[in-house]
């Protein structure tokens, strides 16, 4: 029989656990869908003729969703056995409640993708990363993270060969909607579009997950991590952003576009800041120094992987240490994680 005072100090430790988990995961989780929603809300450009970027466009533009992205994860990482990942009949029952999941989700997307509405829903692009990297969670930490340095490396360069082709098929294989129950029926436009010509490319955005699995396999719980996540994810933004201006302005990049719109009027310099989504990123490999928002390029997911740690482990970090009201607030309006 367990003595009172254990059985209490063994709940009470139990407790700060979760809390720890609900408050940093889940706020960081709330900041990605007040980012989402922001942009969906509020414009991102000003409407004048060079489309001048708000601050909603400049701050939230590719980086909320990227976030909700690389969060989802870490929830997988943490329900598939956290620094441990599961093995064996345990793993497998793993991949099927996922997979159950997915399931729901999709349908839910392909429902709603019915509706008038100026928004790109992301749940079906969202239930097909959940299949995608079913194949991933009994990974370690070491061997996600050199997944997730060859796919950021990789998948842009491979999207930018086979896009072309993709947009010049008979019917293009892009949908220009949001996925639909009717969309079933041409499936080649419909897995041409979730891939690769859509608004949420699954392909370049596998990185997300498998980078909020490698997060998700590290001790969360530890003082240094997020300290650690913090300094390398900041280094990681700051670098690809640095390294794209270099190419795109001092090395001539940017004008090499503009030369191949045929437009000097074409805003060229604004929707490179805010989202390339829906411009014809085909015709230069200029387009792969671009670290736009929604541009899907090596640096693009760099950038927004980087940012993404700061912001969620700061989180963690504030989970840790700042045990208020607030947090527990936070912990309890929290959007559940995956």
């Avoid at 429902?111 to 194949?135: D, K, M, Q, R």
Wanted: glycine letters at 10%; hydrophobic letters at 50%.
């Amino acid at each position: 029989m367990t003595p009172r005072g254990t059985a209490s100090t063994s709940r009470s430790a139990a407790g700060k656990l979760v809390g720890t988990r609900l408050s940093g995961i889940d706020a960081a989780r709330g900041l990605a869908l007040l980012g989402m929603m922001a942009t969906h809300v509020f414009p991102t450009f000003e409407s004048n003729a060079q489309l001048t970027p708000t601050w909603t466009g400049l701050v939230f533009s590719g980086r909320a969703s990227a976030l909700f992205a690389v969060l989802a994860g870490i929830g997988l990482a943490l329900s598939t056995g956290k620094e441990q990942p599961l093995h064996g009949p345990a793993l497998w029952a793993a991949r099927r409640g996922i997979a159950l999941r997915a399931l729901v989700i999709g349908a839910v997307g392909l429902s709603l993708g019915g509706l008038e509405v100026n928004i790109a829903i992301i749940l079906v692009h969202y239930a097909v990363l959940f299949l995608c990297v079913l194949p991933f969670l009994g990974l370690d930490v070491k061997h996600l993270l050199v997944l997730a340095a060859g796919w950021v490396l990789v998948s842009p360069a491979v999207a930018f060969l086979l896009r072309p082709w993709l947009l010049t098929a008979e019917p293009p294989l892009q949908l220009g909607h949001n996925p639909t129950w009717e969309d079933l029926t041409t499936p080649a436009v419909l897995l041409g579009d979730l891939f690769l010509t859509g608004y949420y490319p699954v392909l370049q955005w596998i990185t997300y997950l498998l980078i909020g699995l490698a997060i998700g396999r590290l001790a969360l719980t530890s003082a240094s991590v997020p300290v650690l996540l913090l300094a390398v994810g900041s280094a990681v933004a700051v670098l690809a952003k640095w390294l794209s201006a270099v190419m795109m302005e001092d090395w001539g990049g940017r004008a090499a576009l503009q030369a191949m719109l045929l437009d000097p009027s074409y805003p060229l310099e604004s929707l490179l800041q805010v989202n390339l989504a829906g411009v014809d990123q085909t015709g230069s490999a200029w387009w792969l120094a671009t670290s736009a928002p929604h541009s899907g390029t090596t640096l693009d997911l760099l950038h927004t992987s980087g940012w993404r740690p700061p912001s969620s482990e700061s989180s963690f970090w504030r989970a840790g240490w700042c045990r208020g009201p607030g947090w527990t607030c936070c912990s309890r309006c929290g959007v559940p994680v995956p």
